[in-house]
């Protein structure tokens, strides 16, 4: 079966510009979560959606947000971008159903703010 | 932050021997789970282990969870050049349905051929 789907796989940005990333989970898969990978934070938890609700919030301020549509495919946006916001960021989608075991990942999307 | 933490940062060994990471995190956990994420891709699910159990194997790959240490580790035998990846493990203390794996900052692993 197809695997998660993470599109653009490269975008470069400018300050102050606003960006949507774009994921598309396993068939089946209900739970999608976004995290945020940089060398110096390491694999930072964003948010996780379930069933088009969000579930599940990090730490991270309100220019980062998402949403999961009907089916589970999910988007993030982040605005007014900051340099700080170089990043890759990855799509995990899990079944979550019966049992969990574990997410599978999309590719990630690289994202420079120059 | 992170709850789990990988040791050692980084490992360089040759092909054929075995690689050893270890991981230790602070809370209760109802799993832990090992990733392996070759550079700059999305991270692949290598193995899954319940806090209700002690070793679990797949392949090359043996796990171990010891919950009174609050500790794991991950034991690649008979390495290869294609297991140069970097290795994290994540923790997850979720509930009510919700599962959301907390990563640590990995070890970065070199195989030598």
């Known amino acids: 079966k197809a695997g998660v789907t993470q599109t653009p796989r490269y975008l470069i940005k400018t300050r102050g510009q606003q960006v949507t990333l774009s994921c598309s989970p396993i068939s089946g898969h209900r739970s999608v979560s976004w995290y945020q990978q940089t060398p110096g934070q390491g694999l930072q938890f964003l948010f996780e959606y379930f069933s088009e609700t969000q579930r599940n919030k990090g730490n991270f301020p309100g220019r980062f947000s998402g949403r999961q549509f009907s089916n589970s495919r999910s988007e993030m946006n982040v605005s007014t971008l900051e340099l700080g916001d170089s990043a890759l960021y990855l799509c995990?989608?899990?079944?979550?159903?019966?049992?969990?075991?574990?997410?599978?990942f999309g590719s990630g999307t690289r994202l420079t703010v120059v | 932050s992170q709850q789990g933490e990988e040791d050692p940062q980084a490992l360089s060994i040759q092909e054929g021997e075995n690689a050893t990471m270890n991981c230790s995190y602070k809370?209760?956990?109802?799993?832990l789970q090992w990733y392996r994420q070759n550079s700059g891709r999305g991270l692949v699910h290598l193995i899954l282990?319940?806090?209700?159990?002690r070793e679990k194997h797949s392949g090359r790959l043996r796990v171990t969870l010891d919950t009174s240490k609050k500790s794991s580790s991950l034991l690649i035998t008979a390495s290869r050049a294609a297991d140069t990846a970097s290795y994290f493990c994540a923790t997850d203390a979720g509930s009510g349905g919700s599962y959301i794996p907390t990563f640590g900052r990995g070890t970065s692993l070199i195989v030598h051929p």
């Open positions: 282990i319940r806090s209700n159990e």
């Open positions: 809370t209760s956990i109802n799993n």
């Open positions: 995990a989608s899990s079944a979550q159903i019966d049992s969990y075991y574990g997410y599978t």
